[in-house]
DNA sequence: ATAGGGTTAG
């Protein structure tokens, strides 16, 4: 056989993703001793990528550069690429930085920004890409996909609003990858009026365009939005895959639409997606949490592999009702199975334990946690332990652990010993635990109504009437409104009728330029009137002022709020956007609590 | 002939 049918025969087996077969021939090459070329190693390396095979990888690369293939192109780009995938980042660069052909490589450039960024190295990845540019390397829609994702954090929203704007002038959107990437960025970022409105715009939707949006309800736990968009899903015809009836479970999770769910369950019979692992841990789960343990047993029964998912999503069923011991004993069933388990599921098995009463053997697994498996843990952690002591009256020790704490407590942490305070009616504890509660989260009013009727038990009226006046003083002051603007890397904070900032006098001259052209015929609609008497200028409209004045014509800006945004504000957005022609977005600042230090780091990517 | 990418569960 010639090196060009072994090639071919390697080439029909990654295509038909067969990566473990295609290494076997690749080895039965070099047996029968055929010296691999260069249109051998991209289809052996990608297997192993594919198979995450680091090791397998680097003795290619010693052939590689044993047959003298370095310098071709494609095998470089092979080599960034698995060494990426294999998260061997840091020898991807070497490739890269050794072979001065690479950097002038739009592929090669791709392959090592996506590495970056999917190893969590986003900044590196910035930095390249803008290397890339200042190399004149051409940039393309790939480049983008690369990016892209790494901004899936509220921090880096501006920037992937740079991407998506320049994506959209160089023409990147036509490709629907890349809008789907952008529209699951700005899901990421919780930014869902803005996915949305991508989605809206899009002509053509394929699968995974609907699957980003519902999956995006989904996790963003706007549970009756994914409903009705997988209805309209199906009203357009578009068949449902398993990703989409993921997305769909999980709302009816939080929905404790159990009958929903269950029809989604006969829909996966039906297509087929029966041995899904994804599918069968979400109906786990939303039997589970239901209330159907009978039902979710059977399917975790069922399942050919359970993974630390599965095991979580059933002993949390469980915990949640009230039947601890089975929680327990499905947990140390787990270990046996080899499975180590991580924070998320000693929260479940935790809340387990309090919930049933099980205070030691609550103690005694949080006490495994971090001697026997090494995890250190979380307020999550101590809030169910404090709850866990504290409902067993042991009030003493649930304020002493929070002391011994080497994380900041939460207001969940201290939320727990008021709670407990309330049952055992200690008023002095109370007093403690409200003060740090307060301060950690001054609005939950819940916190309160349960301390007033602390001392409302005790028959301290003092104590209630001083909690109502707090309440009342609280309520009249509120918290001042403010918005945030970010312009050229910097966040700029107004008050409700501020006249601090520098610019003070433009903004005001602006805003009163445009409510006289909001006067104008035609830019109000009859029901959008008679709404012009509020004394103090809204921080918002402040900021949008200022926006206005600073910002290019095109770009969109993005005003933050720490207050609900009330009908007024909906209003002048609508009607400034209609007069200065510019896209807003409008987001809550509670979501972005890194931004109260008044700066964005973006500056420093950009 | 050969390289880079988008959606999923506790």
Aim: proline fraction near 3%; glycine fraction near 8%; aromatic fraction near 8%.
């Amino acid at each position: 056989m010639w090196e060009s049918s072994w090639n071919a025969r390697l080439r029909e087996l990654s295509k038909q993703c067969l990566f473990f077969e295609a290494l076997t021939v690749y080895r039965q090459m070099l047996r029968r001793g055929h010296s691999p070329n260069a249109f051998t190693f991209p289809f052996a390396l990608k297997s192993c990528a594919a198979l995450s095979l680091p090791l397998t990888g680097s003795l290619l690369h010693c052939h590689v550069l044993k047959t003298g293939c370095e310098p071709e192109p494609f095998v470089q780009t092979a080599l960034v690429s698995m060494y990426c995938k294999c998260c061997l980042v840091d020898d991807a660069r070497k490739v890269f930085d050794e072979n001065p052909l690479s950097r002038k490589l739009t592929v090669c450039y791709n392959a090592l920004i996506a590495g970056h960024t999917s190893n969590s190295r986003f900044s590196d990845a910035v930095l390249l890409f803008r290397r890339m540019r200042e190399a004149g390397v051409a940039v393309n829609s790939v480049t983008m996909l690369g990016l892209v994702p790494g901004c899936a954090a509220p921090v880096y929203l501006r920037l992937g609003m740079c991407l998506h704007g320049s994506s959209v002038k160089c023409g990147f959107d036509i490709d629907s990858s890349v809008t789907n990437c952008l529209l699951t960025m700005y899901v990421k970022c919780g930014s869902l009026d803005h996915a949305r409105k991508l989605f809206d715009a899009m002509p053509e939707k394929g699968l995974i365009t609907w699957n980003a949006m519902i999956s995006g309800y989904a996790q963003n736990g706007l549970a009756t939005h994914v409903l009705s968009l997988y209805k309209e899903m199906e009203s357009f015809g578009v068949c449902p895959d398993p990703v989409t009836l993921v997305g769909v479970l999980s709302s009816c999770t939080h929905l404790g639409a159990q009958g929903i769910g269950r029809e989604v369950e006969r829909r996966i019979e039906s297509c087929g997606f029966g041995s899904n692992p994804y599918l069968n841990n979400a109906l786990v789960n939303m039997y589970a949490r239901c209330g159907n343990l009978v039902k979710a047993h059977t399917i975790f029964d069922a399942m050919p592999q359970k993974s630390l998912v599965s095991w979580t999503a059933i002993i949390g069923g469980y915990g949640l009702h009230g039947q601890g011991e089975v929680a327990l004993e499905l947990f140390d069933k787990m270990v046996m199975t080899r499975i180590r388990p991580d924070k998320t599921v000693f929260v479940t098995v935790l809340s387990a334990c309090s919930h049933a009463g099980l205070t030691d053997r609550g103690l005694e697994y949080f006490a495994a946690m971090e001697k026997r498996y090494g995890l250190q843990p979380g307020p999550e952690h101590y809030s169910c332990m404090v709850d866990l002591l504290g409902r067993a009256g042991r009030l003493k020790e649930a304020k002493e652990l929070i002391e011994s704490m080497l994380v900041n407590p939460d207001g969940a942490v201290w939320g727990a010993l008021l709670g407990a305070c309330k049952i055992y009616k200690n008023v002095e504890l109370a007093e403690l635990a409200f003060e740090h509660v307060v301060e950690l989260e001054p609005t939950n009013i819940g916190y309160y109504v349960l301390l007033s009727n602390i001392y409302s038990d005790a028959k301290n009226l003092e104590g209630v009437l001083k909690v109502r006046v707090m309440m009342r003083e609280r309520k009249l002051k509120k918290e001042p409104g403010f918005s945030y603007v970010e312009c050229k890397g910097t966040v700029h904070v107004f008050l409700a009728g501020d006249r601090t900032h520098r610019q003070t006098e433009e903004i005001y001259r602006m805003l009163d330029e445009l409510e006289n052209l909001m006067m104008e015929p035609g830019v109000s609609d009859e029901n959008d009137q008679g709404r012009n008497e509020e004394q103090l200028v809204h921080s918002e409209k402040l900021a949008i002022a200022f926006a206005l004045l600073n910002t290019a014509p095109g770009t969109e800006i993005v005003v933050i709020k720490n207050l609900r945004v009330c009908g007024d504000c909906h209003l002048f957005i609508k009607l400034v956007s209609r007069i200065v022609d510019r896209q807003f977005v409008v987001r809550d600042a509670t979501r972005f609590h890194h931004f109260r230090n008044g700066v964005c780091s973006c500056k420093d990517y950009w």
